[in-house]
C-alpha cells in the first residue's frame, strides 16, 4: 500500500488548509486511515481517524470541532479539512492506514504510512 500525503504550507494563526491523502495498492474495504502529527521536540500523536466502509471519525480533543477528516471511495483518498488554525499545529502531519474496522490512535497500530507534509502555522 501506497500512501501519498499533500496539501501543507504556511499559514496565518486563524487560516484553513486542507491535506490530501491518496491511497493505492489495495482495496480499502474493512480499513481505516488515519492522521497523525509530529511537532519538533514532541512525540508523535494521533490527530483524526475514519472508517473506510461508513465513514464513522474520531478526533483528538485538541483537534476537535477545528478539523474534519473524510473520505472520497471513487479517488481513494483521505482528506483533514483544518480551520481556525493555530501556531500549536505546527507540524509534520502524516497519513496512516491500518486494517480493520475500528479506529485506532496509537502509531504502532498502523501498518501503512506515508510520508509527511508540513504545516506550519505563524503568529
Known amino acids: 500500500v501506497q500512501l501519498q500525503a499533500s496539501g501543507g504550507g504556511l499559514v496565518q494563526a486563524g487560516g484553513s488548509l486542507r491535506l490530501s491523502c491518496a491511497a493505492s495498492g489495495r482495496t480499502f474495504n474493512n480499513t481505516n486511515m488515519g492522521w497523525f502529527r509530529h511537532a519538533p521536540g514532541k512525540e508523535r500523536e494521533f490527530v483524526a481517524g475514519i472508517v473506510w466502509n461508513d465513514g464513522s471519525t474520531y478526533y483528538a480533543d485538541s483537534v476537535k470541532g477545528r478539523f474534519t477528516i473524510s473520505r472520497d471511495n471513487g479517488k481513494n483518498t483521505v482528506y483533514l479539512q483544518m480551520n481556525s488554525l493555530k501556531p500549536e499545529d505546527t507540524a509534520v502531519y502524516h497519513c496512516?492506514?491500518?486494517?480493520?474496522?475500528?479506529?485506532?490512535?496509537?502509531?504502532?497500530?498502523?501498518?501503512?504510512w506515508g510520508q509527511g507534509t508540513l504545516v506550519t502555522v505563524s503568529s
Open positions: 496512516a492506514g491500518r486494517p480493520g474496522k475500528f479506529i485506532a490512535t496509537y502509531e504502532y497500530q498502523y501498518n501503512y
